[in-house]
């Protein structure tokens, strides 16, 4: 398949998907207000690439939003839950090729389509909109009330992926009576800020690490210029310019997960000195940006031959297809609200998160990442944080083969032993 047939691909698969759901796409248009699409009238979740034994349920009245979701190991009552959060630019699809495994071990496996993504809906589509529901403690609301309108008090264990990963550490660290245990899946847990000690008599206030923004200050005077992709994230013309990719969308999300993933053979992780403009340079455009470019156009020189197509098992085209036409559909603007308030330096998310200065995820916790996935090194110090001090039982480590940023749909098969593994071993230890 050529380029020039994939960028036709993804123009049919937006228009179609746009006209599905009674959206334009036309540039520009000023979309707002709450996302109540009506989902009984689209077509089948996942366009029919979804295993049999896995169902989709839209479960209403969940923290303000009717939150759609795949789910597997339902047929039999009583059975305790497992609670998997996707990251970026990802959905519950994302867990698909694991959720028939931990069923097969007796889990009530869920898997939702986080606020601002997918078919859940009751969320503000607008960039303008209020980004409070969006941060962190409220997303951990959100999994809190989903697994309580599931009729569970607790989950076995929750797992977070990327932009799902603090989510589920979040939610372990505040509620451990809830969620029993974490696997933190490519982005280190760092642990709370720290609010400063003993300053009254005398002490130094600790220096705070660069923000975003002074990061970014610094990566504009390297030759060539580049930026910081999470400050990009949340410009207003994030969405504009992934959403009208000029290669198409499908094309968009076809490179961009070939760029990040063990496919593309550039991607060497490894730990960086500091977070300097000078160290985090190292890291390939899909982190740290030429300055001039979108997202679009990071990804474009990177879109796969139609031979690396063709062998990509991991990925069909029916499956990037469900990508493009789901986002086709809502945009990107939700699902980039949490780059504006859950990570770098914004002042309100650190006061909340300094409520648990100090405090630390102690229950059972594991990491699972690919060898060739950039997210575990991306903010330098994070993964000896988290090992030393943010988890405190931490019991796994585990940097996979064969797999880049996207680990669970790359290395299913690993992934679920690792998890199944887990979780029996809690299970005995209980």
């Given at each position: ?8 691909r ?14 334009t796409?036309?540039r520009?248009?000023?979309r707002?207000g ?5 989902t009984?009238?689209?077509p089948p979740?996942g ?7 896995i ?9 303000g ?13 009583g059975?305790p ?7 970026f ?20 496996v869920?898997?939702?389509?986080q ?19 969006f941060r ?13 309108a ?7 264990m ?10 589920a ?8 009576d ?43 005077k ?26 198409g ?27 300097t ?16 470019k ?12 139609a ?17 493009a036409s ?5 945009q990107?603007t939700?699902?980039?609200?949490g ?15 300094r409520?648990f200065?100090g ?6 916790s ?26 405190t ?20 098969e690993?992934?679920?032993?690792l998890?199944m ?10």
């Amino acid at each position: 398949m050529t380029a020039a047939n994939l960028s036709r691909r993804g123009f049919l698969v937006t228009a179609s998907a746009a006209a599905m759901g009674g959206m334009t796409l036309a540039r520009g248009l000023a979309r707002a207000g709450q996302v109540r699409t009506n989902t009984a009238s689209l077509p089948p979740y996942g366009n029919s690439t979804i295993p049999a034994g896995i169902r989709s349920r839209a479960v209403a009245n969940v923290n303000g939003m009717t939150v759609h979701m795949l789910e597997a190991g339902y047929e039999t009552s009583g059975r305790p839950a497992v609670l998997l959060l996707h990251g970026f630019p990802e959905l519950a699809y994302s867990w698909r090729k694991v959720m028939l495994p931990l069923a097969s071990a007796g889990y009530h496996v869920i898997a939702p389509d986080q606020r601002g993504y997918g078919r859940t809906t009751g969320w503000d589509d607008s960039y303008d909109a209020d980004p409070d529901p969006f941060r962190i403690l409220n997303m951990v609301r959100d999994a809190i009330g989903l697994v309580y309108a599931l009729g569970h008090r607790s989950v076995a264990m929750v797992v977070g992926h990327d932009a799902g990963a603090p989510v589920a550490s979040w939610a372990a660290l505040i509620r451990p009576d809830i969620f029993r245990s974490v696997t933190i899946m490519s982005s280190p847990f760092e642990g709370p800020p720290a609010v400063p000690f003993d300053t009254a008599n005398g002490a130094a206030a600790p220096r705070p690490a660069p923000t975003d923004d002074e990061l970014d200050a610094e990566l504009a005077k390297l030759n060539p210029p580049r930026k910081y992709y999470q400050n990009y994230q949340r410009t207003r013309g994030a969405n504009d310019n992934m959403l009208h990719a000029p290669q198409g969308l499908h094309a968009f999300f076809r490179a961009y997960y070939h760029y990040k993933s063990a496919d593309w053979k550039g991607n060497k992780p490894h730990p960086l000195k500091a977070r300097t403009a000078a160290e985090m340079a190292q890291i390939p455009t899909y982190y740290v940006m030429e300055r001039d470019k979108g997202m679009a156009q990071t990804v474009a020189p990177f879109m796969p031959s139609a031979a690396e197509i063709a062998a990509c098992k991991w990925l069909t085209d029916a499956e990037v297809d469900v990508y493009a036409s789901e986002y086709a559909r809502t945009q990107f603007t939700g699902a980039l609200q949490g780059y504006r308030v859950r990570r770098g330096s914004d002042p309100k998310s650190l006061a909340e998160m300094r409520t648990f200065s100090g405090r630390s995820i102690d229950v059972p916790s594991m990491f699972v990442g690919g060898k060739s996935d950039w997210g575990t090194y991306q903010t330098p110090g994070a993964v000896d944080r988290m090992r030393t001090s943010a988890c405190t039982r931490m019991v796994g480590f585990h940097l996979l083969d064969g797999a880049g940023h996207w680990v669970q749909q790359e290395q299913p098969e690993q992934v679920s032993r690792l998890l199944m593994e887990f979780l029996r071993s809690e299970r005995s230890s209980r």
